[in-house]
């Protein structure tokens, strides 16, 4: 399974726009780029999902350059309750699925 | 919006007896998946199942855990004899197509002591 690496860690404050890159160098042609999002105590959550160039909903946009060997979450205007950690998946279905160690974002006041 | 939901949300238990986390999924959803993060650490898959029938297990998954639904609707796993290292938090997860996002659940916390 291709392997992701993403920041531990990384800090905002409120009302930025923060992106988290995450590499994946090894990516397979069929391998679709997840992101979800994990509050302390609770199960993951599910924020965008994309294969290539941009994706955008709601919440998030996903870009995905042309060789697909990273991506980039960018969360718009942050708040206090966007502070979770975030995961980068690749997987071809939700039976290839395995989280990594994901990055820790802290939004302060 | 609908959810998963699992009970319990804690169970403590000694070493060696059997626990049964049980879930129930979003009505409509057909794919079932568990997953366990011990306090501290990444989530971990353990198990995919649809149509009755498990579709990808981890190395995680040995002999000690198995899944069913019994009655159609309540998706379950099993522990058959728990050792100190089940301890953790274990995740119910939905979805209705193999390739759409998965809905978690809240979550059953494990404590064998």
């Known amino acids: 399974l291709a392997k992701t690496t993403q920041p531990i860690s990384m800090d905002s404050y409120e009302g930025q726009e923060v992106n988290i890159t995450c590499s994946h160098n090894?990516?397979?042609?069929?391998?679709?780029i997840t992101w979800y999002q994990q509050f302390p105590s609770q199960g993951p959550r599910f924020i965008i999902q994309?294969?290539?160039t941009k994706v955008t909903n709601e919440v998030a946009s996903l870009f995905i350059p042309a060789d697909r060997k990273s991506s980039t979450l960018s969360l718009p205007r942050v708040s206090l309750s966007d502070t979770a950690v975030y995961y980068c998946?690749?997987?071809?279905?939700?039976?290839?699925?395995?989280f990594g160690a994901g990055t820790r974002l802290t939004v302060k006041p | 919006e609908p959810e998963v939901t699992q009970t319990p949300s804690h169970q403590v238990t000694q070493m060696g007896q059997e626990v049964i986390l049980r879930c129930v999924p979003i009505?409509?959803?057909?794919?079932f998946y568990w997953y366990r993060q011990i306090l501290g650490q990444k989530v971990e898959f353990l198990v995919s199942?649809?149509?009755?029938?498990?579709?990808?297990k981890s190395e995680i998954f040995d002999d000690q855990f198995s899944v069913e639904r019994p009655d159609g609707s309540n998706f379950t796993l099993k522990i058959r004899s728990t050792k100190l290292e089940d301890s953790a938090m274990y995740f119910c997860?939905?979805?209705?197509?193999?390739?759409?996002?998965?809905?978690f659940g809240p979550g059953t916390r494990l404590t064998v002591t």
């Open positions: 009505s409509n959803h057909l794919y």
């Open positions: 998946l690749l997987a071809y279905n939700n039976n290839d699925m395995r």
């Open positions: 199942f649809y149509n009755n029938e498990i579709s990808e």
């Open positions: 090894n990516i397979a042609t069929n391998d679709y």
């Open positions: 997860a939905t979805s209705d197509g193999s390739f759409y996002e998965q809905y």
């Open positions: 994309g294969y290539k």
